[in-house]
């Protein structure tokens, strides 16, 4: 079993920025997958950005050179760096990872971009 804990969402201006965490409770390096995914009022959940085990990483189109994800190896954490915000970004954002096979998930954290 492993739990996840997002943090950092708010409310944001357009054109502000917002970081994004996600604590696992087990060490990192034993995720085959973890990602940010998000789901805006009426829409399906999508993938915004994700990191393998290889180290290898993918990025939604709509956030590519906005969105960059960070590791921080001590606190088994991955955040997710929001700059350049647009209110089309505003969704619920979860965390997920895959270990050993399975899914898991954060409980979700709103990110609210508005003027």
């Known amino acids: ?5 997002e943090s ?5 201006q357009p054109g502000g920025s917002l970081r994004l965490s996600c604590a696992a ?3 990192r390096f034993s995720f085959q997958f ?3 995914y998000r789901q805006a009022p009426g829409k ?3 993938l915004v950005a994700h990191v393998r085990s290889d180290g290898s990483t993918n990025y939604a189109d709509s ?6 994800l960070s590791r921080d190896n001590a606190k ?3 955040d997710l760096q929001m700059n350049s915000l647009k209110r089309e970004d505003t969704a619920v954002y ?8 399975l899914e898991f998930w954060g409980q979700g954290t709103q990110v609210t971009v508005s003027s």
């Open 25 to 27: 409770s087990k060490n």
């Open 76 to 78: 088994n954490t991955v």
């Open 44 to 46: 399906q959940r999508e």
């Open 8 to 12: 950092g969402g708010g409310v944001v």
């Open 94 to 101: 979860y965390c997920k990872v895959e270990y050993l096979g």
């Open 63 to 68: 956030v590519k050179g906005r969105f960059a």
């Open 34 to 36: 973890m990602g940010w």
């Open 1 to 5: 079993q492993v739990q996840l804990v």
